[in-house]
């Protein structure tokens, strides 16, 4: 049943063209860089083998390059006021699979592959290897020349409202829909206490616990974040399946065990928790399925946000640096 259901998946994404993506398309480089696609999937792999949490970064960074400027690869430039630099770019991670697979693209076919498009194609890879859903990339997305820190307030935030989050995902064309379905990212995802400590210990300058987070879990999360612990320490987004790809997320913001408060508010809304429970249901099987088809749409909505193509931007040799 879910091969049938995937084969399925597949045919329709083939014919989900890059309407309204700003002239993307799919096999761009088809004829300019025909190993383009094999060169990235290959680098990204070699990685994940060797740290499967890259697979989040890569899907992370992806996420934040697009939320400020557009998909323009302007997440990867290096430079005291760059965008990476961005307190809500803290703990990004997975820039050096991005430079390797550009050098082997530079290598093969110098100046044809942009680093907006690298990204774009390695979160699709990380989230395959993750045992999740494969999809067609569009691609034709030029690399920006603009990157700055102070735009990053665009990016959303782990303490923003619901009301906060959808105008955040509005503005870049995204629906509640879009907003829920690509937070599931966090399914393979992890973030830092600094994030969310405050909801063990002090949650609205209270002294007490969160009272959203289901009770039980909360000695778990204490004992991994204290009070005046290290507040870079990594902690898995889905406490059941942390390197699968699947709706084990969504069951935990249902069942009260979200980590960050912006993942447990969708389920204190009627429009968004709706949706959540649509993915959670009861057992994996064609709900788990119905995540994995709208997740890749939700993806190729999202890398078509504000791209440059044609002669916009430019196509950078190093990725962390302007031309």
Same mark, same amino acid.
């Given at each position: ?10 045919? $329709?994404?083939? /014919? ?6 700003g %002239?993307?398309?799919? #096999?761009?480089? &088809? @004829? ?9 999937r ?46 809500a ?8 699979v ?6 082997l693209l ?20 990380a989230?395959? $290897?993750?045992? /999740? ?6 691609? %034709?997305?030029?690399? #920006?020349?603009? &990157? @700055? ?6 990016l ?25 379905t ?21 949650f609205?300058?209270?002294g ?31 406490k ?7 709706v ?66 430019e ?9």
């Amino acid at each position: 049943m879910e091969v049938v259901f995937a084969v399925f998946v597949m045919t $329709l994404l083939r /014919g989900f063209h890059a309407q309204g993506l700003g %002239g993307l398309e799919i #096999g761009f480089y &088809s @004829s300019s860089c025909p190993n383009a696609e094999a060169i990235i999937r290959a680098t990204v792999e070699a990685h994940f083998n060797k740290d499967p949490t890259i697979a989040a970064g890569l899907l992370r960074l992806h996420f934040h390059d697009c939320f400020v400027q557009g998909c323009d690869g302007s997440i990867l430039i290096t430079g005291a006021s760059a965008e990476r630099n961005a307190l809500a770019n803290f703990g990004l991670r997975g820039f050096e699979v991005i430079d390797d697979a550009k050098t082997l693209l530079e290598a093969s076919c110098p100046g044809a592959v942009s680093c907006a498009d690298i990204l774009a194609l390695a979160a699709r890879d990380a989230v395959v $290897l993750s045992n /999740g859903p494969s999809w067609e990339v569009p691609t %034709g997305r030029r690399d #920006g020349r603009v &990157s @700055s820190k102070s735009e990053a307030s665009s990016l959303p935030s782990p303490l923003d409202s619901i009301a906060i989050q959808r105008n955040k995902f509005m503005s870049k064309g995204l629906n509640d829909h879009d907003l829920v379905t690509l937070v599931g990212a966090h399914t393979i995802g992890q973030t830092d206490c600094l994030f969310f400590r405050y909801r063990l210990y002090n949650f609205t300058t209270t002294g007490n616990a969160d009272p959203t987070l289901n009770q039980a879990f909360l000695p778990q999360l204490q004992a991994i974040c204290p009070k005046n612990g290290d507040g870079s320490k990594r902690v898995t987004l889905d406490k059941d399946s942390q390197f699968k790809f699947d709706v084990s997320f969504f069951k935990n913001v249902r069942d009260g065990n979200g980590i960050l408060e912006s993942d447990q508010r969708l389920w204190g809304e009627a429009a968004t928790s709706s949706i959540v429970q649509n993915y959670a249901g009861n057992v994996r099987g064609l709900l788990g399925l119905r995540f994995d088809f709208e997740f890749p749409k939700a993806m190729i909505k999202m890398s078509g946000i504000e791209v440059k193509t044609g002669a916009q931007g430019e196509i950078r040799k190093i990725c962390s640096m302007f031309n």
